[in-house]
């Protein structure tokens, strides 16, 4: 079966630090962009990151630059986001997609939540 | 930074014609793809690449795509269609992407 499973969210004060995970399993990880989009509560999708098959190409949406950094280990089938300095605007529902367009596998989401 | 722009709402009665807009600069160059979101759920890919649909994905389900406009249309809208539904595309350097703000369809 073909899955994505997100991990690694909770509660985290402001200016602090989270990393997640997506583990992927039933398909070849290693030939697929893969992509983090979040939902703030209450509100629509956005665009958070993706990474190129051999991590070679990275991009962020404006907002999280300089603060987040996507990553991908092709030998464990995962997918990485470290959160650093982390704001209240950050908190959100965020999911691992698979590709760069075509989400057509999302995981279940993991849910931040930052606050004081 | 680049935007794409939906209605806030569309509301049909079932059995009628739904559509939804979402404009955007680069669309003209660029594919736009609609994901579907009922409450509580994972969102759902239903039209990629301007006008393919997945399978699995009903027939009433069409995309188009026509200068700075995309367009989803549901043909034949059925309760079961109410969800946000959201367009997502990228500009024109083809490596930033965005979700237009989504619009929840009413079918009642």
């Known amino acids: 079966e073909v899955q994505l499973v997100e991990s690694g969210g909770g509660l985290v004060q402001p200016g602090g630090s989270l990393r997640l995970s997506c583990a992927a399993s039933?398909?070849?990880?290693?030939?697929?962009?893969m992509s983090w989009v979040r939902q703030a509560p209450g509100k629509g999708l956005e665009w958070v990151a993706n990474?190129?098959?051999?991590?070679?190409?990275?991009y962020y949406v404006d907002s999280v630059k300089g603060r987040f950094t996507i990553s991908r280990d092709n030998a464990k089938n995962s997918l990485y986001l470290q959160m650093n300095n982390l704001r209240a605007e950050d908190t959100a529902l965020y999911y691992c997609?698979?590709?760069?367009?075509?989400?057509?596998?999302w995981g279940q989401g993991t849910t931040v939540t930052v606050s004081s | 930074s680049y935007e794409l722009t939906q209605p806030p709402s569309v509301s049909v009665s079932p059995g009628q014609t739904a559509r939804i807009t979402c404009s955007g600069d680069?669309?003209?160059?660029?594919?736009a793809y609609w994901y579907q979101q009922k409450s509580g759920q994972a969102p759902v890919l239903v039209i990629y690449?301007?006008?393919k649909r997945p399978s699995g994905i009903p027939e009433r389900f069409s995309g188009s795509s026509s200068g700075t406009m995309a367009t989803l249309t549901i043909s034949g809208a059925q309760v079961e269609d109410e969800a946000d539904y959201y367009c997502?595309?990228?500009?024109?350097?083809?490596?930033?992407?965005?979700f237009g703000g989504g619009t929840k369809l009413t079918v009642l």
């Open positions: 680069a669309l003209p160059k660029k594919y």
């Open positions: 039933g398909f070849t990880f290693s030939t697929y962009w």
């Open positions: 990474i190129k098959q051999d991590g070679s190409e990275k």
């Open positions: 997609a698979r590709d760069r367009s075509i989400f057509g596998v």
């Open positions: 690449e301007d006008s």
């Open positions: 997502f595309s990228t500009d024109s350097s083809g490596n930033l992407w965005v």
